[in-house]
């Protein structure tokens, strides 16, 4: 018998700190909410049983600190550690500490975390397992002529890619000869000063592919499901802004296709908890990217059409359990789409942190919204600016979209500058209803 947990440490803030408490509390798990000094006032600090302060404003010395957590951990009594997504969710170091010091890291295995967060090594286990990947180099390339040599065998253009990236840096597109040195060179530069390592891979450029990711879920009996497909090809500087599931590219066949190759590679792995596998899809073939071993931002547009709470498994398969249910139960019904609002210019994309004076949520049928707003309320500078994310569920694409431009426009956050305009003009537009757009498409919407 599997013990269910009493008590979970949330390692995160904002929106996805509430949802983690919000699961955490229906199956009456106790929850502990950790804060900067910035965040005493937060709503996931209001909501939690306990809460315990971490260190100053700076991420570095409040949510990435290890030792500080650990003890809020200790302090406490919690049995498990949920990290989120973003700031420490993808550190298989901290996996390692949060299970060396006897909690349960509610997430993937730290070598697991490790292998996938070296993308040269996530495609490596990948082709293994027999998952079509993008054309590119083999592993890392050491050197501006094999640089070169790599990019005439797979041919123009071709983008050099750093080997621990994340949040779209490090990513430097070659279109011919003459721009390979610089890209590798820049490339390398970039990845040195956000990662402190300057690895690089090359890969093939697509000119006009789709981002479509599957959702998958493992326990730790061997079983491994998918929950289908997300969307999430519009993007503004390799940002997701707008997600949506199922793919209006996608028929069923195909995504079964995928996601049977994929739930059989993960059970090869020895795979556990959750994870998005990130495709580029075009021509009618999926070329796998990355995989991100955590919960995403995007997870709500899965839980629309599947009618799952993911955080719920994630809990409940990080306990012991066995998911329960094979792949033939999961259905997908309807459709659903996210919209990103951040605290941000909706034209030129400044920050604008500060008070919010009145915030008013859109409801009503098939309407989501994860956010940590309330009325009086500041938005701090000193994290990203999601605020807020806008979910809706419809039984067609074209009901979703009806529904959330009339969310969009119900939705009231007043004193900061938000991107709602921006995501009320997509919606409106014949293109995105159409579901006619590539990965590029977003950032010549936003020039226009
Ligand atoms: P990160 O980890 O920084 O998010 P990814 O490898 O997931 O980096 O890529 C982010 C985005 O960059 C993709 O969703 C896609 O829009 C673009 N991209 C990445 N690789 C390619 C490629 N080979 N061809 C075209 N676009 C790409």
């Not at 170091?93 to 006897?102: L, P, Q, R, T, Y």
């Not at 070598?111 to 286990?125: L, N, P, Q």
């Not at 997870?299 to 599947?306: D, K, L, R």
């Not at 009231?412 to 409106?428: E, F, Q, S, Y």
């Amino acid at each position: 018998m599997t013990r269910p947990f009493t008590k979970v440490l949330i390692a995160n803030r904002g929106e996805i700190a509430l949802r983690i408490h919000r699961a955490c509390q229906e199956m009456g798990i106790r929850t502990v909410a950790v804060h900067s000094t910035a965040d005493a006032s937060a709503m996931h600090v209001r909501l939690a049983d306990e809460s315990v302060c971490i260190g100053p404003p700076a991420a570095r010395d409040s949510y990435l600190n290890m030792a500080a957590l650990l003890s809020a951990a200790a302090i406490t009594g919690a049995e498990a550690i949920h990290p989120g997504y973003g700031f420490l969710s993808e550190n298989a170091n901290f996996a390692e500490m949060v299970e060396a010091h006897g909690l349960a890291f509610i997430g993937p295995k730290p070598e697991h975390i490790r292998m996938m967060g070296d993308k040269i090594s996530a495609k490596d286990a990948m082709r293994r397992l027999g998952v079509p990947l993008v054309p590119g180099s083999a592993g890392a390339v050491e050197s501006a002529e094999q640089a070169r040599a790599i990019a005439v065998e797979i041919g123009y253009p071709v983008i050099v890619k750093a080997a621990a990236g994340g949040g779209g840096r490090g990513m430097k597109v070659a279109r011919g000869a003459h721009e390979i040195e610089e890209a590798w060179q820049l490339a390398r530069t970039e990845a040195k000063a956000a990662f402190g390592n300057d690895e690089v891979y090359i890969e093939k450029y697509l000119d006009r592919p789709r981002h479509i990711e599957l959702q998958v879920m493992a326990d730790t009996h061997g079983n491994v499901v998918h929950f289908g497909e997300r969307d999430c090809s519009l993007q503004r500087r390799h940002q997701k802004l707008v997600e949506e599931a199922g793919s209006p590219a996608l028929d069923g066949a195909a995504r079964d296709a995928l996601g049977a190759t994929v739930t059989a590679g993960l059970r090869q792995l020895g795979y556990r908890n959750a994870g998005t596998l990130e495709f580029l899809w075009q021509d009618g073939q999926f070329a796998f990217i990355e995989m991100n071993t955590r919960l995403q931002v995007e997870h709500p547009v899965t839980e629309m059409v599947c009618g799952v709470d993911l955080v719920r498994e994630q809990l409940r398969v990080a306990a012991g359990e066995a998911l329960g249910y094979a792949q033939s139960d999961i259905t997908f019904n309807g459709h659903a789409i996210e919209c990103r609002i951040t605290a941000e210019d909706p034209v030129d994309f400044t920050p604008s942190p500060g008070r919010v004076n009145t915030y008013h949520a859109p409801g009503g049928l098939g309407v989501r919204v994860d956010s940590a707003l309330y009325s009086g309320y500041s938005v701090p500078p000193h994290y990203d600016s999601l605020v807020a994310k806008l979910v809706v569920h419809g039984a067609t694409r074209a009901q979703a979209i009806a529904r959330m431009k009339r969310c969009l426009n119900e939705m009231v956050v007043d004193g900061i500058k938000t991107t709602i305009p921006l995501h009320a003009r997509i919606m409106d537009d014949p293109e995105f209803q159409a579901g006619d757009y590539t990965i590029h498409w977003l950032e010549r919407f936003v020039a226009r």
